[in-house]
């Protein structure tokens, strides 16, 4: 028998099993350390893109706040450029943000070209409405995207390690001018009634008409609530409410969340769109933006007697001057004309037989005053005398401005803003304004404890209405032209998204 004896160390060298693994190792420490490396370069690709995504995100924060600070004052060209301003003054990956300044269409139509988009924040159905037509809000995407020569994509400092250089980044930020109050058209009275004690709305829309603020919107104080004639607005039949917000303290019928019931009403006819606006229902009470301003004193001589003027019905063309008239002034003659000369005109109601009362009444010919203030009182005069009323319509033409309008620069707030005044004790007589298009008012109406009925298509009915109440029927269309006079805006919010 032979055999052969095999040392420890060529049993080891011959073993095929421990030869097939020899080195094995060295690939799996190179495989992990290369996973590890990818896991390493991703973290810090991640922070730092998140880190770009919150400067992104700052920018657009401070150019949304920026341009909601001014959309409401400014021209459109001026609040994007204000916005862009704003966003270049920070950077995101040590490139300063810049956001394209296109002009947007209207109607709108796309928001790919667009960085910053002016519109509306419709608060109560949360959504974002882009227009032009009163906007209160400013939206701004502050991007980082190839093929943007301001803007290019982020860049990684690792992601080049699998084909992945850069990556696109969008940041949105909403703009919100929060106007509490609606000083275009301020409803004052908190519970408004008819003639016979009846309760009615503050603000009462129907027909075919509607009434609208541009650069402005509605404020209700009328505390109603229910629907119909209980509610603090009522908008019935095909009648339209155009405006920058509604704030009411009340409720609104049809109700607010029912938005399918307002399409009607938000219809822009001219542009052939739905207009939305937000509806602002239990807003606080809105105090009279005038309250404080004392009214002003009828003229008198050394002994104390009034200084009068009496043209009560005038029949042919004529020019009238500043003053006290008991009796009121009446205009009816179609070819008519009369001028008012600059000044504050005292109208009072006079001593009519019956229940006529006079007042300042045009239902014909042409009434032109620039630079005056009606102010309808009552006849003190005659111990009899009635409070004035205010009836303006039919085929006339009405062409008046406050003393505010006539000097530079122009005066809007106060007492030289107003062009008709109602004396505040004068609560008897509603005022009227209604016929053709020939209406063309400037400055604040101001009937702070009536009822202004409107019918006919007005026209342009100031820049500004303040009354107890307001009631709007067949195809009236009255149009205010806000322009900031007794803001009461309250403050500003930014929405990110």
């Not at 290369?34 to 690709?45: M, P």
């Not at 269409?105 to 032009?132: C, K, M, V």
């Not at 919100?176 to 009634?193: A, K, N, V």
């Not at 500004?464 to 006079?485: K, N, P």
Request: charged residues 15%; glycine residues 12%.
């Amino acid at each position: 028998m032979e055999c052969h004896a095999v040392t420890y160390k060529e049993a080891k060298v011959l073993s095929p099993k421990r030869f097939r693994y020899r080195g094995i190792a060295l690939v799996f420490t190179v495989l992990v350390v290369f996973i590890l490396f990818l896991f390493i370069g991703l973290s810090i690709d991640t922070g730092k893109l998140l880190h770009n995504l919150h400067e992104l995100q700052n920018a657009a924060d401070a150019a949304a706040l920026a341009g909601a600070q001014i959309v409401k004052f400014k021209t459109h060209n001026e609040t994007r450029q204000f916005t862009h301003e704003l966003a270049y003054a920070n950077t995101a990956e040590k490139l300063n943000v810049t956001l394209r300044t296109t002009t947007q269409a209207e109607p709108f139509e796309s928001e790919a070209d667009l960085d910053i988009i002016l519109g509306r924040w419709i608060n109560h159905q949360g959504y974002f409405f882009p227009t032009l037509d009163t906007p209160d809000a400013v939206k701004v995407i502050a991007r980082r995207a190839d093929g943007l020569t301001d803007a290019p994509a982020l860049a990684l400092l690792f992601g080049r390690f699998v084909d992945v250089d850069t990556a696109d980044a969008r940041c949105e930020a909403i703009g919100w001018y929060c106007e509490i109050s609606g000083p275009g058209l301020i409803i004052l009275d908190r519970w408004p009634t008819d003639n016979y004690g009846k309760p009615r709305p503050g603000l009462h829309v129907a027909g075919v008409g509607g009434v609208r603020v541009i650069g402005g919107g509605i404020h209700v104080n009328s505390e109603y609530e229910g629907d119909k004639s209980e509610a603090a607005v009522y908008v019935h039949g095909h009648g339209q409410m155009l405006c920058g917000r509604l704030s009411l303290t009340g409720t609104t019928d049809p109700y607010s969340y029912y938005p399918d019931l307002w399409a009607d009403i938000w219809m822009d006819e001219e542009l052939g769109m739905q207009m939305p606006y937000d509806i602002f229902e239990g807003a606080p009470y809105m105090p009279d933006p005038l309250r404080h301003i004392p009214p002003p004193a009828i003229p008198t001589d050394g002994l104390g007697n009034y200084i009068v003027a009496y043209n009560e019905k005038i029949m042919t063309s004529c020019t009238l001057n500043p003053g006290y008239y008991p009796r009121g002034i009446q205009v009816s003659t179609i070819d008519t004309t009369v001028i008012l000369n600059p000044g504050t005109y005292w109208i009072g109601g006079g001593n009519q037989p019956g229940n006529q009362v006079g007042g300042l009444i045009q239902t014909g010919g042409t009434l032109v005053g620039h630079g005056v203030l009606i102010y309808l009182t009552k006849d003190y005069v005659n111990p009899a005398g009635k409070w004035a009323r205010l009836n303006i319509g039919g085929n006339v033409v009405t062409d008046i401005t406050p003393p505010g309008d006539e000097v530079n620069p122009k005066i809007i707030n106060g007492l030289e803003g107003i062009s008709i005044w109602q004396d505040r004790n004068n609560t008897e007589n509603q005022a009227s304004l209604h016929g053709g298009a020939g209406m063309m008012i400037s400055g604040t109406l101001y009937f702070p404890n009536n009822h202004l009925y409107l019918s006919g298509v007005p026209g342009k009915a100031g820049n500004q209405i303040i009354c107890g109440s307001l009631e709007l029927f067949g195809t009236a269309e009255i149009l205010v032209s806000y322009d900031g006079r007794n803001d009461n805006s309250k403050g500003i919010t930014v929405l990110t998204q």
